[in-house]
């Protein structure tokens, strides 16, 4: 069983950058699809990005598409989201999601991941 533990969020200024970071426990990272997903109060958890476990296919949702980028280092067992042109629509908890797959598909449904880390806040003020 994978641990995820989410570093990197806070409060940053309309128009600053953030970058998240994702350690995973399990030696077997190059196993995993991974996602970043946040949830504003009062919605939905969305995918924002999600790489498959060579980090060579990567999936954006429209509204962060040409502003976040997804990468993954897996000598390091880490999945990075940098986020650049923060809005205040961006603000939320950003959660990293791990999922077992042999495919060279990544997953942007979270239903798709069994692995959850605890959450990061990324607040952008309006």
């Known amino acids: 069983q994978v641990q995820l533990v989410e570093s990197g969020g806070g409060l940053v200024q309309a128009g600053g950058s953030l970058r998240l970071s994702c350690a995973a426990s399990?030696?077997?990272?190059?196993?995993?699809?991974m996602g970043w997903f946040r949830q504003a109060p009062g919605k939905e958890r969305e995918c924002v990005a999600a790489?498959?476990?060579?980090?060579?296919?990567?999936y954006y949702a429209d509204s962060v598409k040409g502003r976040f980028t997804i990468s993954r280092d897996n000598a390091k067992n880490t999945v990075y989201l940098q986020m650049n042109s923060l809005k205040p629509e961006d603000t939320g908890v950003y959660y990293c999601a791990a999922v077992s797959t042999y495919s060279g598909n990544y997953y942007a449904i979270a239903s798709d991941y069994n692995y959850w880390g605890q959450g990061t806040q990324v607040t952008v003020p309006s």
């Open positions: 399990d030696g077997a990272f190059s196993t995993y699809a």
């Open positions: 790489i498959n476990r060579r980090g060579t296919n990567t």
